[in-house]
């Protein structure tokens, strides 16, 4: 049974170009959580996505931050015009459904991404 | 409000020594507790959590966690270190044990010395 899957695991953007972060959950699992690690700093919440619902998006950046689950496939995170702040390790969980207990999360290995 | 301290962003161990890993919480009400670890190149694990039950928590390999209200703490400690255990802990709190209100601390690097 295949873990969470996190990729790219490193992402290098040049300044102003979009990067995309995908995260393919565990099997059955209908539950998605991003988190954004910036340098020294501990994993902060971003987003909590259900299939094809976002339910939480309290830690999101107002403009240029974008997520999505659909029925089929990954999720994404979607980071538009990046600058230079960006750059962190973001994390991707999963839980099964109906358990939102973070004793039910599942961690991927994270995306590092690079602006240049 | 909840936040998380913790001190020191690197430790180092000889193999058989003891583990002390330091954590200090702010929380308004009582507080859950928890303690990942992310070996290199992998997701973060649940190692132990305190959920008001007992104090002292015990968790995977060995490790375990006590909760002292008093002092605000919940530092996690292992008797003897063995060199599997190097890798990145993480410290954390939250007012429930909802995923999305966890907040995390900066994480400490354990280093074993052979």
């Known amino acids: 049974n295949a873990g969470v899957m996190q990729n790219p695991r490193h992402l290098v953007r040049r300044r102003g170009q979009e990067a995309r972060l995908r995260c393919s959950p565990m099997?059955?699992?209908?539950?998605v959580y991003w988190y954004r690690q910036l340098p020294e700093e501990g994993l902060k919440f971003m987003v909590y996505?259900?299939?094809?619902?976002?339910?939480?998006e309290s830690g999101m950046p107002k403009e240029r931050f974008s997520a999505e689950f659909p029925k089929e496939g990954p999720s994404i995170l979607r980071i538009q015009q990046v600058v230079r702040g960006d750059s962190a390790a973001y994390f991707c969980?999963?839980?099964?459904?109906?358990?939102?207990?973070?004793?039910?999360?599942?961690f991927g290995s994270g995306t590092q991404l690079s602006v240049l | 409000a909840q936040s998380v301290t913790q001190l020191g962003s690197h430790v180092s161990v000889s193999e058989g020594a003891l583990v002390l890993l330091r954590c200090n919480y702010s929380s308004s009400v009582p507080p859950y507790l928890f303690w990942y670890v992310q070996y290199p190149n992998q997701g973060l694990q649940l190692l132990l959590k305190?959920?008001?039950?007992?104090?002292l928590v015990k968790g995977i390999n060995g490790f375990e966690a006590e909760f002292k209200k008093s002092e605000t703490s919940f530092h996690l400690t292992k008797p003897s270190a063995h060199m599997s255990d190097a890798a990145e802990y993480f410290c954390a709190v939250s007012a429930d044990s909802s995923a999305s209100k966890i907040i995390f601390g900066s994480g400490t690097r354990l280093s074993i010395r052979p």
């Open positions: 099997k059955g699992h209908s539950h």
């Open positions: 969980a999963s839980s099964p459904p109906y358990q939102t207990d973070n004793e039910k999360l599942f």
């Open positions: 996505l259900q299939k094809e619902n976002i339910i939480d």
């Open positions: 305190y959920t008001s039950a007992a104090t």
